[in-house]
């Protein structure tokens, strides 16, 4: 358990070795069958350093996008929500996509009705124009819900893409090859101009680097996405005050002739 939501591993082999993906589910209460993820890779790599390389802090790639997956699961976990809504770790997306597309195909042999997937890679680096753009690729609904999210309540800019890009863990998820799915993918506007990207520098401790701020807002951007498409539940109390507000119009109207 973890915010108080119910964790597993859900396990994968590759090259005969059994790796885990991390999902945690917060079970929807109309549709707990229609289900939209929200995840991220885990594992990072320095192979810009060295391919042997055990040591790979990975602080942007990706415990950044991680860290926007945890925060997010702990933002929704005070919510209802139409639909089921996962919260996953991947792992080995440095080889290939190799949890994501584990986690995919199981999806569809078992007839999970995956409706989403919002993935983050690499959300912490703005680059050296000073510009807060984050790059948005992925299915055009998903993508521009994100934009309007992204306007509606941060400073960021943004710049968008249609395509399904085959780097991040997002891809298996696109509408081209997971029916009734739809996905897209977060990512810093410059991530080929990040000096420290797969090497053992990508460190919170490089200084001048990570932009928590900028981490924050992308972060936001998602979780106010996520709260769209999976349908969040008002609150008691704010469902009190529509339904209040609506007698008090109905009792005032009724004085008034029309
Ligand atoms: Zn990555």
Do not use: W
Not at 149 to 157: P, Q
Not at 213 to 219: H, Q
């Amino acid at each position: 358990m973890g915010f108080g939501l119910n964790v597993s591993y859900d396990p994968f082999t590759y090259n005969g070795s059994t790796y885990n993906n991390v999902v945690a589910t917060l079970p929807g209460k109309t549709h707990p069958e229609q289900v939209y993820i929200v995840g991220a890779h885990m594992d990072s790599i320095s192979d810009r350093d060295d391919p042997t390389n055990m040591n790979a802090p990975g602080a942007d790639d990706n415990a950044s996008g991680m860290a926007a997956v945890l925060e997010m699961a702990k933002a929704m976990v005070g919510y209802a929500f139409d639909a089921t809504i996962k919260f996953i770790g991947f792992n080995l997306e440095e080889k290939d996509l190799v949890g994501s597309k584990a986690y995919a195909d199981k999806a569809k042999a078992s007839g999970e009705q995956v409706r989403g997937m919002l993935n983050f890679d690499m959300i912490a680096y703005p680059g050296n124009s000073g510009a807060k753009n984050v790059f948005l690729a992925g299915d055009s609904n998903l993508v521009d819900a994100l934009k309007r999210n992204a306007l509606k309540y941060t400073k960021l800019t943004t710049t968008l893409s249609y395509n399904n890009f085959d780097d991040s863990d997002q891809y298996y998820f696109h509408s081209s090859l997971f029916p009734g799915s739809t996905s897209a993918f977060a990512i810093e506007a410059e991530p080929l101009n990040n000096p420290n990207y797969h090497k053992t520098t990508d460190s919170t401790e490089t200084s001048n680097y990570m932009d928590f701020a900028y981490a924050t807002d992308i972060t936001r951007m998602g979780v106010a996405t996520l709260a769209d498409f999976a349908g969040v539940i008002p609150e008691p109390s704010t469902l009190f005050c529509f339904l209040l507000g609506g007698l008090l119009l109905m009792v005032g109207s009724r004085g008034k002739k029309t």
